[in-house]
């Protein structure tokens, strides 16, 4: 299996477009994770997935996010409009729950600038 | 949500050094993992640690977990260059969601 596949790898966008970041997680896994990155603010996850169900979006941080799972193998993060301050690498993450030891498989990121 | 804090925050040594970063939470873990993340890379899994007291070992890392499981260390003997990266700890949040640390930026100088 190629991993998890994130497009873009990078995206440089003006204040208030609409930016769309895509998702392919390893197939197989149900479960799949959005993170944003920044030096700030760590590594925050924003949305989680299990089995093309959002099961806790309580980290998007504001209705411009939405996220989507169509199916167990794509998924999107849109922001409309997008600001500058959502600047940052944004990655997705796919794993298989079995208990404790779940481990999370991460893609590339995609890093956004919003100028 | 459970708070994971890490310390230091950066980290700076040369090679051959010796170094301990350190994972802390006010409530009790299910389980820790450690990640490493390179620059420009997504984060990799280390290791899982479950049960208090456990040690695990990955070549020069030494990954401990507290006997009451709310603390974690990992130990890197003899830094090399290749050890510098984002060493990140997570838990499992709460609806079977992954939370991380904000991690240690550790620097090995050549």
């Known amino acids: 299996d190629a991993g998890v596949i994130q497009s873009p790898r990078h995206e440089v966008t003006e204040m208030g477009q609409e930016v769309t970041l895509r998702c392919k997680p390893i197939s197989g896994h149900n479960s799949l994770f959005w993170y944003r990155q920044t030096m700030m603010r760590g590594l925050e996850l924003l949305i989680y997935?299990?089995?093309?169900?959002?099961?806790?979006d309580s980290g998007m941080p504001e209705d411009r996010f939405s996220a989507k799972m169509p199916n167990a193998s794509f998924s999107t993060l849109k922001i409309q409009p997008s600001e500058p301050r959502d600047s940052a690498v944004y990655f997705c993450?796919?794993?298989?729950?079995?208990?404790?030891?779940?481990?999370?498989?991460f893609g590339q990121g995609t890093r956004l600038t919003v100028v | 949500t459970q708070l994971l804090e890490q310390s230091p925050q950066f980290l700076s040594i040369q090679e051959g050094e010796n170094l301990t970063v350190y994972c802390n939470s006010s409530?009790?873990?299910?389980?820790l993992q450690w990640y490493r993340q390179e620059p420009g890379e997504g984060p990799v899994l280390l290791v899982t640690v479950v049960t208090g007291g456990e040690v695990k070992k990955l070549k020069r890392l030494t990954f401990q977990f507290g006997d009451a499981r709310k603390d974690s260390s990992l130990h890197i003997t003899a830094a090399q260059p290749g050890d510098t990266g984002l060493y990140l700890c997570a838990t499992e949040g709460g609806s079977e969601k992954l939370v991380f640390g904000k991690g240690t930026k550790l620097t090995v100088n050549p």
């Open positions: 997935f299990n089995n093309n169900v959002p099961i806790d």
């Open positions: 409530s009790v873990f299910s389980s």
């Open positions: 993450a796919s794993s298989y729950l079995y208990g404790l030891d779940t481990e999370a498989f």
